[in-house]
């Protein structure tokens, strides 16, 4: 049986003060929800790692990345490596998030050498995919999914079973705007015949596979009931404690 995952990308919001407001609200809320089959994870900016897992301490709550590079030391300015992570209390990073694809300019091959580097550096990666509204419209939904899997998944070794993916399609990012439960079963499900092409059915039934796309406490239910979705990647909801704790009691509550 899978296992339910709620995972908040915080983006680049809140300082360490703010932060620490944030988990004394939350975690009394998440004491009374909280479920075995069910896990929490929290992606703060990179400044406020540390302060987020010393306030997390003695919690089930867990602590991920939004990004991280390939590379574990060396001259490259700005970025972050994964023994940096885990040194953080890091167990989970964000790899190939659409904001980094199409803002950032991440290609495909970077989003590979993450995943690896994640895997080797003991980190659980969250594979984001997901295509745009043009890239819908025209019909190309799943093409473009497709051809993201298999550049992010090429010559990666799961034999671990340490992946968690993600989808958001792009046009539903902070627009208010989701996708239809049933389309993202749809995809969803389509994602998981992918892993099993690539890799093996065991892999394919056991990897949890997300949906994010301005999910929110009223919207919750109706991904997690779908037999493919095992949870959700937040963003902006995330940000509100109380809100947060409702979307995690709706996945509770399945």
Not at 103 to 128: F, M, Q, R, V, Y
Not at 174 to 183: C, F
């Amino acid at each position: 049986m899978r296992k339910k995952i709620i995972a908040a990308n915080w983006k680049m919001h809140k300082n360490r003060s703010e932060a620490q407001d944030y988990v004394n609200a939350f975690l009394p809320l998440w004491h009374e929800i909280k479920a075995a089959d069910t896990e929490v994870i929290i992606c703060p900016p990179f400044t406020i790692l540390h302060t987020l897992q010393t306030a997390l301490q003695g919690s089930t709550v867990m602590t991920g990345a939004q990004d991280m590079y390939w590379e574990k030391h060396g001259a490259f300015t700005g970025e972050i490596s994964a023994p940096m992570l885990t040194d953080c209390g890091c167990s989970h990073v964000i790899v190939g998030h659409s904001e980094r694809r199409h803002l950032l300019g991440e290609t495909d091959d970077h989003i590979n050498l993450k995943i690896k580097a994640a895997l080797a550096g003991s980190l659980i990666p969250i594979l984001c995919v997901g295509e745009t509204l043009e890239e819908r419209q025209n019909d190309q939904a799943f093409q473009v999914v497709q051809e993201q899997l298999d550049h992010a998944l090429f010559e990666v070794d799961l034999a671990t079973r340490n992946l968690i993916v993600a989808y958001e399609p792009v046009w539903a990012i902070g627009t208010g705007v989701n996708a239809g439960s049933e389309d993202a079963q749809d995809m969803i499900a389509f994602i998981r015949g992918q892993l099993f092409r690539q890799f093996n059915q065991e892999l394919a039934d056991i990897t949890p596979i997300l949906y994010g796309g301005s999910v929110k406490a009223a919207n919750m239910r109706e991904f997690i009931v779908k037999k493919d979705i095992d949870g959700a990647l937040v963003g902006s909801a995330s940000l509100d404690p109380g809100e947060f704790a409702e979307i995690a009691r709706a996945v509770k509550n399945v």
